[in-house]
């Protein structure tokens, strides 16, 4: 596609149930990226995945968290049993390959709120 | 200590004004460092990027990096209200090798 794309773009649920958020990267990005964002914070790393290369899962906050990447392109986050605290915006991002110059292409965000 | 520390802000300027954002970084393995831009409500947008020593400018917008000193700079020339926004400054490499590590970000307003 010509970007990133996230879905849903807001998602409000109870506190206790799952959620999944859906990340569909450019196409030929081989590097895809997991963030959050909350209210009036900078961006904090989650997990991203290269090409079969096992993900960096180091920023996870718990292990209620967790993603998947398949066939090198489409990417969900799940969270169980969500709690109030998961509150962000999940943003997804991508890039050609790790580590390459010139930064990532976020997409749009997915708002959660926990209610 | 974070690993990218931005100056706090909220930084406000008038229009015309020279807008000066600030960075400093923990991790000397780190090797690239980015600046984004986030409107409210929106996603970062990248705006300039910088991997060596030095100035790099591009149109009103030049970074400035030292890597002994461990700092990052934007500045903003000709500030114009459009540019009002949240900046972020990245770093990658190092013990951040493969993701970006975030500031938290300096609110800038530029008013007319």
């Known amino acids: 596609g010509a970007g990133v794309s996230q879905s849903p773009s807001n998602k409000v649920t109870e506190k206790g149930k799952d959620v999944e958020l859906r990340c569909d990267p450019i196409s030929g990005h081989t590097a895809l990226y997991w963030y959050r964002q909350s209210l009036g914070q900078g961006l904090e790393f989650l997990i991203y995945f290269q090409g079969n290369s096992a993900p960096d899962k180091s920023g996870l906050p718990s292990d209620r968290f967790s993603a998947e990447r398949t066939g090198g392109s489409v990417s969900t986050l799940t969270i169980q049993r969500t709690q109030q605290e998961d509150s962000a915006v999940y943003l997804c991002?991508?890039?050609?390959?790790?580590?390459?110059?010139?930064?990532?292409?976020f997409g749009s965000g997915t708002r959660l709120t926990v209610v | 200590q974070k690993e990218v520390e931005q100056n706090s802000g909220p930084l406000s300027v008038p229009e015309g004004a020279i807008a000066s954002l600030n960075c400093t970084y923990s991790?000397?393995?780190?090797?690239?460092f980015f600046w984004y831009r986030q409107y409210s409500g929106k996603s970062p947008e990248l705006i300039m990027s910088?991997?060596?020593?030095g100035d790099k400018e591009d149109g009103r917008f030049t970074a400035q990096l030292n890597k002994a000193s461990q700092y990052v700079s934007l500045l903003i020339r000709d500030s114009q209200p459009s540019d009002s926004a949240t900046y972020l400054c990245a770093g990658s490499g190092g013990t951040s090798y493969g993701k970006l590590t975030f500031g938290q970000g300096t609110i800038l307003t530029v008013h007319p």
């Open positions: 991790d000397r393995g780190s090797q690239s």
């Open positions: 991002a991508s890039s050609l390959r790790v580590g390459q110059p010139g930064g990532y292409t």
């Open positions: 910088i991997y060596s020593n």
